[in-house]
């Protein structure tokens, strides 16, 4: 059995990585071994085949010992230890959440199933660090997965909606304190009318006291139109993203245009995204829907109404499943060959852990 150390399996993708292990029994068919910065020493998750202690997420010694070594503890860990094992000859297998080797040309962009097929010929040349995409990139190509394999998009412009846990944990948990402080404040004055609650709210979520440590200005009644870092071009980095990450995951011979705006929004799990979509060509929609709908076992193509989609297409219809609903499909009054569509799905799911969780079984 090939020995399989686990790092960062305490945190929110990690978390959600080892429940969605327990459940497809993946624990045994490998020797499983959990490090840590802190809780080095102490009683490891119970699983089939799992060394009793944590282990010490810094010992190159021990870290260097497992064939494949799996990390959700983020960029800075992967920046300071990855080098470190490899300059000490380390040459098993790379498996990492985080954002840091995604464009190195010895990485490999990982998204079972859009590019299964690269991964498994990446995997018999020899190559080792397989790397999960950004979570919209990754859920844009599931759901549009039998456009892309067609070759019938020549461009995306995707507007997203992203959930506070894309942030992290302290930022999904500040956007609860956010709107039980505003709860707090409409209970107490009962008798204001629309108007008056509405100054009186804005007023508070302006104000010094409003929990915003984390995100910096207030989620909770409001959108943020940025994510992410400046880039020189007037794009965010999460905006930057899906052009690079998508043409690198689909390996395209002529790159396809990616662009569009990333919003924070007070949705708790699950990111959202609009999409025009500009085709290669005239098709019929019926075509386009059968296309969608027959690409992989997840997405899931919702009728173009209004009951299914409010009931079917939104964060809490699939917080918590590795269903990608897509609707809205509809040609728009751009021309025939402009597609409107809409999607969401479970950024802790297909748009972080279940890629890792897909990869790591290829390699053991």
């Known amino acids: 059995m090939k020995k399989v150390g686990f790092i960062g399996w305490r945190g929110m993708v990690g978390s959600v990585l080892m429940e969605r292990m327990g459940e497809e029994k993946d624990f045994l068919k490998m020797e499983s071994y959990f490090f840590s910065t802190s809780k080095g ?3 490891a998750p119970v699983v089939a085949n799992g060394y ?25 860990f992967t920046l300071e230890m990855h080098p470190a094992l490899r300059n000490s000859g380390w040459k098993g297998y790379w498996i990492d959440a ?25 995997i018999s040349k020899g190559m080792k660090d397989f790397i999960g995409g950004n979570c919209t990139v990754s859920l844009m190509l599931i759901a549009l997965h039998g456009l892309f394999k067609a070759d019938l998009v020549e461009w995306v412009s995707s507007m997203t909606y992203q959930a506070a846990s894309g942030a992290g944990a302290k930022n999904m948990l ?9 709860g707090n404040k409409y209970g107490a004055n009962p008798a204001l009318g629309a108007l008056e609650m509405e100054k009186e709210v804005n007023s508070l979520i302006a104000s010094d006291s ?41 390996q395209t011979q002529k790159e396809i245009p990616i662009d569009g705006t990333c919003i924070r929004v007070g949705a708790l799990r699950c990111h959202s995204q609009a999409m025009t979509i500009k085709l290669t060509k005239s098709v019929e929609l019926a ?29 809490a219809s699939v917080s918590g499943t590795l269903n990608i609903p897509i609707g809205r499909v509809r040609k728009m009054t751009l021309g025939d060959q402009y597609l409107n569509a809409f999607t ?6 297909w748009g972080a852990a279940e890629p890792l969780r897909c990869t790591l079984r290829m390699l053991v």
Do not use: Y
Request: charge should be negative; hydrophobic fraction near 40%; include cysteine.
């Open 41 to 43: 020493g102490e009683e």
């Open 52 to 76: 009793p202690k944590v282990l010490s997420s810094t010992d190159l010694k021990e870290l260097m010992k497992m064939d494949i070594l799996v990390s959700c503890q983020g960029g800075e």
């Open 98 to 122: 985080a954002s840091t080797l995604r464009m190195k040309s010895d990485s490999v962009i990982i998204l079972d199933p859009v590019n299964r097929h690269i991964i498994q010929d990446s």
């Open 174 to 182: 500040e956007l609860l304190a956010q709107m039980q402080t505003v």
């Open 210 to 250: 409003f929990p915003k440590a984390n995100f910096g200005h207030p989620l909770a009644l409001n959108i943020l139109p940025w994510i992410d870092s400046e880039m020189p071009n007037g794009q965010s980095k999460e905006e930057w993203k899906a052009q690079v990450e998508a043409n690198k995951i689909l």
């Open 287 to 315: 075509t386009v829907e059968s296309l969608i709908a027959e690409a992989n076992p997840w997405v899931k193509l919702i009728p173009n109404n209004k009951a299914e989609t409010l009931k079917k297409l939104t964060p």
């Open 344 to 349: 969401c799905g479970d950024q802790l799911l």
